[in-house]
Every structure is written in C-alpha cells, then in structure tokens.
C-alpha cells in the first residue's frame, strides 16, 4: 500500500521537472472518499500518474528529465513501457497522446482538466476529479474487464467512490457535457444489466454497516443513470 507520505514524496520530484501531471488511479482512492475507511480491501502497491504530451519528441524529453531525476524505467520481464521505478515505487507514468504507447487513454485529458489538489504534509498534490475518475475507469473496464462483473478492480474501484461520495450525483450532474453524457449512459448500461446487479453486494465490504448501504448505492446509481 502506498503511504501518503511517499504520494507527497513523488509529487515533489515531479513538481521539479515543470510538468503538468496527475494522480489517478487505485492508489489515490480514499482522497476521493467523504470517509477514507471506505477505501477497497484491496491494497494497491504501485502509483499511477497522467503526463501532458502532445507529441512523441515531446514524450521523449520527458523520459529524459524522469531520468535524470532518480527515476528509472522498469526492466523486468512483462512491464509495461509506461513502468518507472523511484525508490522503491512502482509508478506507470502515462502520456495524455495513448499512441506512443499503445494505451487506452480515453478521458485522460479531461482527467489533467478537471485535476483537484490535495494538501498532505504541505505538499500540494494534483489527484483526478471523482467524476473524471469514474469515467477513466469505466473506460478500462470497457477495456479490459468488461463481464467480470466480480473480479474487476475497475468496477470495485467505481463502485467504492459512488458509495463513498455522498455528493457525487451533484457532482455527475454538474460536470462537462462530454464526461456527463459518457458516465450517465456507461452507468445506466450497467444498471440494466442484472450480473452486474447481482455483484453490488460483494462490492461492498462485508460488514453489516456497509451492507446496509446496498440500497442507498442502488439509488445513487439510477439517478446518475437518469433512470
């Protein structure tokens, strides 16, 4: 698991290099929470970053400058081109341009758009908007999980920010046109499928208390859906 501390460590070196960046993905769930102890059982080990690059000259100027900074791409057998390592961190350092590197990057520019800060130890962090990160992973679960509708840490990691925001409706409601239309129709797809209907529950940690959130998540769901 990724302490907050090593978060505001990396941003500090990236904030030397003049880049303009975010941090999305699993490991910075519990900032997106109204309570962090609703974040997923499922501890993350590695960060995840969004870097504006318009072009592959571009992208290459920011490896070099990653380079000289500490960090270091990772070597081993099956890592993905975007894998850095920096003091014993796992970040994937991903390009807003996908091409250069054959990711799926739907939403990543609206993502460094709509980017939040977060104060930890005095640093100030740049994390993605609750809104941009649903639509982000929804985009990946569409991807690379769409049907496993149990196994999915996409869809856990969805379903653990509509639970854990009680705003996010509003929040859905209010956002840019483009990203609205993409989570309410990707949202109501979901709520019209009855897999993963019957998945909501496990979604859920166990515990009695969350349990009886079931209800109220369902809710939330159809109303982002407009249903």
């Known amino acids: 698991m990724i302490l907050p501390n ?3 460590e990396i941003a500090t070196k990236l904030d030397t290099l003049g880049l303009n960046y975010v941090f999305v993905g699993g490991s910075i769930v ?3 929470l109204d309570y962090p102890g609703l ?3 499922r501890p993350t080990d590695d960060l995840d970053l969004i870097v ?3 072009a592959g000259r571009n992208y290459s100027e920011v490896e070099q400058k990653l380079r000289d900074t500490g960090f270091a791409h990772d070597m081993s057998p099956g890592a993905p081109m975007c894998r850095w390592l ?9 390009p807003t341009d996908g091409a250069l590197l054959g ?9 460094l758009a709509t980017a939040r800060t977060h104060v930890i130890g005095g640093v100030s962090v740049p ?3 609750p809104v941009a990160f649903i639509a982000t992973k929804l985009a990946a679960f569409a991807d690379r999980g769409a049907g496993d509708y149990h196994g999915s840490h996409d869809l856990e990691d969805i379903i653990t920010v509509i639970d854990g925001r009680s705003g996010i409706v509003d929040e859905v409601d ?7 239309a993409f989570v309410t129709t990707s949202i109501g797809s979901l709520v019209m499928n009855e897999d993963f209907q019957d998945s909501l529950s496990g979604q859920l940690p166990f515990d009695a208390a969350s349990q009886r959130r079931l209800p109220a998540l369902r809710q939330k769901l159809r109303l982002i859906a407009g249903l």
């Open 6 to 8: 090593r978060l505001a």
């Open 30 to 32: 519990e900032f997106l």
């Open 39 to 41: 974040s997923p059982m």
């Open 52 to 54: 504006e690059v318009v």
């Open 86 to 94: 920096h003091d014993g961190i796992i970040i994937d350092i991903m």
């Open 103 to 111: 990711l799926n990057t739907a939403w990543f520019v609206e993502a």
């Open 127 to 129: 994390m993605i908007s």
């Open 174 to 180: 209010q956002a840019e046109p483009r990203l609205r």
